[in-house]
């Protein structure tokens, strides 16, 4: 059973809900690139492969990379300044990529996107961490994580939304102005515990964490199998916006309203879920941190493959639906079981080498197979050939699952409780 001798601090919700509002803005400003596709490629003049490479690649190279030593000035120094700086940066290059006129030009700004992001979630993990007591840590970091379909439903509407009213250079300045609007009340209202910062100078360098998480069999479990479900969920959330252009005949808000429906329902329902469910059982057996995500993504994989090799638009809402409530019912309980790894004065950077991993394969990978699948396919499929690359992808979640139920069996011993 855990403590409940650490209490929530009274300033809690305020700093949890602009943590989310920040994250909100974090997948906004990924996902609007997905919506966007249509008229970028044809714009630009961009091939499927090059579109793929800018969404992956060119966003997850430098995100994975910087996530660890922006986390290690986290916990060296203040994890809410970190984030803040990392919201200006981020929603400067958005704001840039409205200005791109080449395929080198968006891929270089969305390198500057990566940077910027990668500062943002692994400190805001562990400034949740220290505001929430270990018995409501799960929910707390599943509401965070409703940032991710309210991020996806909201870049999703409102792109397509400012693409159809001007154009989609639009849509990239004013969501890269507002994010820099938010960043000083972030600053204002976001503080670090008065713990964390006495903590800070004492921080064991960088090798002392990755020596406790290398010995770890779950660090490695949980992070393998986050990855490979990331492949196919990113790769997914940017793609199928144009999947239902090409093989729906969607319009751009048509595609718009569909999706962030979709993305806000489903993922809504889904991280709550998860977070919930975590909490309760993880009580009693920590396995239940790893079996839930596996459980929900042996489902994810053909409900997946039915919506999108559906025909009646309605049918593929709700088969589409389901798989996107249950392919992030994850986060809550990994990212709660990852702070749980080491002690607290790593958490930032625990939570760091886990992004590190995740967004290197999930990132990096899944956005850039689809799209060299489509070419791959062309030939074969014609104007199909997105549809079933995209379809392609959805083993990697019966991959992860398995994965995550060997994970089970060594949670509990690599558990770090807090006295």
Same mark, same amino acid.
């Given at each position: ?104 030009? $968006?891929?270089? *700004?969305? +390198? !500057?996107?990566?940077? /910027?992001? %990668?500062? &943002? ?5 562990? @400034?949740? #961490? ?10 707390? $970091?599943?509401? *965070?994580? +409703? !940032?991710?379909?309210? /991020?996806? %439903?909201? &870049? ?5 939304? @400012?693409? #159809? ?255």
């Amino acid at each position: 059973m855990t403590s409940r001798t650490h209490r929530a601090d009274p300033r809690a919700g305020v700093v949890l809900a602009l943590l989310l509002l920040a994250y909100i803005f974090n997948f906004l400003d990924r996902q609007i690139l997905g919506i966007l596709a249509g008229s970028i490629i044809a714009d630009l003049k961009l091939s499927d492969a090059e579109f793929g490479a800018i969404a992956g690649l060119a966003f997850a190279i430098l995100y994975a990379v910087m996530g660890v030593p922006l986390a290690m000035i986290a916990d060296r120094t203040s994890r809410s300044r970190v984030v803040a700086a990392s919201l200006v940066v981020w929603s400067g290059f958005t704001a840039l990529c409205g200005t791109a006129t080449s395929f080198m030009s $968006l891929f270089l *700004f969305r +390198l !500057g996107v990566g940077v /910027g992001e %990668a500062g &943002g979630v692994a400190p805001s993990y562990a @400034l949740i #961490a220290d505001y929430f007591p270990p018995h409501k840590r799960a929910r707390a $970091l599943a509401i *965070f994580s +409703l !940032g991710i379909p309210l /991020g996806l %439903a909201a &870049g999703t509407l409102i792109g397509a939304y @400012l693409a #159809a009213w001007i154009d989609w250079r639009a849509a990239f300045l004013v969501m890269g102005i507002a994010g820099i609007a938010l960043a000083p009340i972030m600053l204002l209202l976001v503080r670090d515990k008065r713990r964390t910062r006495a903590q800070a100078a004492a921080a064991p360098p960088l090798r002392s964490t990755f020596a406790i998480l290398a010995r770890k069999p779950s660090f490695w479990l949980m992070s393998l199998a986050a990855s490979f479900s990331s492949l196919a969920g990113y790769g997914l959330a940017l793609w199928t916006p144009t999947v239902l252009e090409r093989s729906f005949g969607f319009d751009l808000i048509t595609r718009g309203q569909f999706l962030a429906s979709i993305f806000l329902i489903g993922g809504t329902a889904g991280v709550f879920a998860g977070g919930w469910l975590a909490d309760r059982l993880g009580r009693f057996d920590r396995a239940w941190y790893a079996r839930l995500p596996a459980i929900a993504w042996l489902i994810t994989a053909p409900m997946f493959a039915l919506g999108l090799l559906g025909t009646n638009p309605w049918s593929v809402w709700l088969l589409l639906l389901i798989p996107n409530a249950l392919n992030i019912l994850w986060l809550g309980p990994v990212t709660t079981a990852v702070q749980h790894l080491v002690p607290p004065p790593l958490r930032s950077t625990a939570s760091a080498s886990f992004l590190l991993i995740n967004n290197l394969i999930g990132l990096g990978v899944g956005p850039t197979l689809i799209g060299a699948l489509s070419v791959l396919f062309k030939e074969r499929f014609g104007d199909e050939a997105l549809r079933y690359a995209a379809v392609s992808v959805v083993g990697f979640y019966v991959l992860a699952a398995l994965l995550m139920l060997l994970c089970a069996k060594r949670l509990r011993v690599d558990w770090v409780d807090e006295r």
